[in-house]
């Protein structure tokens, strides 16, 4: 199916959810089969954004499927409806089938072709529009139609903005659960910064469609496994404090995960603990990742520290202003002392 529809187009303006749902159904007419895609070890926004767009393309009779470059975490397997769901890493055939027929892809969550892994070999060969949407800061540019708003705290907010003004109706219960895990999850159950009075008047109208909040907040902060809070203990109890710089970290060996069966977004969440210190600023988390064999690296600051910058800077990652990620190929100790003067150097500028 070939589209007239290409044009490059940053909306960036106040009217930008406007003008980005008029595009979007223009190219929604023409489209029967809709691929979502969304980034690796894909979190609460990742998974919410990503599946109440699909449920809501469903309803509006679009063939739809979410491609996962990777299975997400044992606590957000309830936000995914397998019918709907594949993980490339597991069926790369099945993901190949569906791309071929895709007529237009969603990009969900993530702005640098980087953060979906293999699955970008992929996608580069299918000549379809890219739609993205999302809200970490500096986007590449490889979309046809591409809403970059690095200003508000989840993609599932954003996404809620745009179904709204595509049909208010189709807005179900389930869509607006998934909807308020993406933004209770990504604005620290709505203490970070970039929380707005837009934000809790979107969660106002989810609860109009009979969210049970208690049970979503159940199911993903009281969903530990014993061993996962026995890490935790390990992660809180190796913390250390640079206290003239306000700086926390701590670090996870490989021996550490080992011990206390490590699963895929076991860690998530921890390095928070650190911000609770008094007076510190940044908090880091080193975790020695035996599955792909590099250090991965948290981080997240208060306030005007930008610790979107020097993940970029220093430990080839980046995300947001107070929340980023990076790692490291160098081993845990040359890792640490890295950090420790290029944490002084930037925190001195
Ligand atoms: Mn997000």
Redesign the pocket.
Known sequence: MIFKYYAKSLVSLNNMYLEFSQKLKKILQDATNCIIVTHKNP?A??LG?SMALCRFLVKLGKKTKVILPNSPPDYLKWMIDKNNVISHEKSSEKTKKYLLKSDVIFGL?FNSLKRIGNLNKEIENINVPIIMID??ESPESFSSLFLSRPNIG???EMIYNILKLINDRLIDKEIATYIYS?ILT?TGSFRYPLTSGTTHYIISELFKKNINHTDIHKKIYDNFSFERIHLLAVALKNFKLLQKLGVAYTILSKENLEKYNFKKGDTEGFVNFGLQIKDVQVSVIFIEDVYEGIIKISFRSKERVDVNKFAKKYFNGGGHKNASGGFSNDSIKKTEKKFISSIEEFLRL
Do not use: E, F, M, V
Request: charged share 35%.
């Open positions: 979190d926004d990742a954004s969550d809200h970490h989840s993609t599932s993406g990504d």
